[in-house]
């Protein structure tokens, strides 16, 4: 059965870091896009980041990218987003995705088979 846990996540001040992990167990995930999208209340879920099997290609939203850093260690069949320079804006609930898609739908939540419960990211101004 696959499962992923996301970790990390919590209360942080506006300017601060946070490193969200997800860990995926099941089956082997190198060959997958590993990504993360977040949902605030009443907003829908959104794409944060995502990267390629291999490392080799890495996607960001605009509104995270300079600030966000997405890594994989396949090894470990983990993947992480470091947040630096945290924003209220950034508050909402961070989940972790796998997939295989073809490049066109990285960014799209239709593109990801497997999803995390989510972990809570919260910045306070």
């Known amino acids: 059965q696959v499962q992923l846990a996301e970790s990390g996540g919590g209360l942080v001040q506006a300017g601060g870091s946070l490193r969200l992990s997800c860990a995926a167990s099941?089956?082997?995930?190198?060959?997958?896009?590993m990504g993360w999208f977040r949902q605030a209340p009443g907003k829908e879920r959104e794409f944060v980041a995502a990267?390629?099997?291999?490392?080799?290609?890495?996607y960001y939203a605009d509104s995270v990218k300079g600030r966000f850093t997405i890594s994989r260690d396949n090894a470990k069949n983990t993947v992480y987003l470091q947040m630096n320079i945290l924003k209220p804006e950034d508050t909402a609930l961070y989940y972790c995705?796998?997939?295989?898609?073809?490049?066109?739908?990285?960014?799209?939540?239709?593109?990801?088979?497997?999803w995390g419960q989510g972990t809570q990211v919260t910045v306070s101004s």
């Open positions: 099941g089956r082997s995930f190198s060959r997958y896009t």
């Open positions: 990267m390629n099997w291999s490392g080799g290609s890495t």
């Open positions: 995705a796998v997939g295989l898609m073809i490049a066109a739908r990285i960014t799209t939540r239709e593109g990801y088979d497997y």
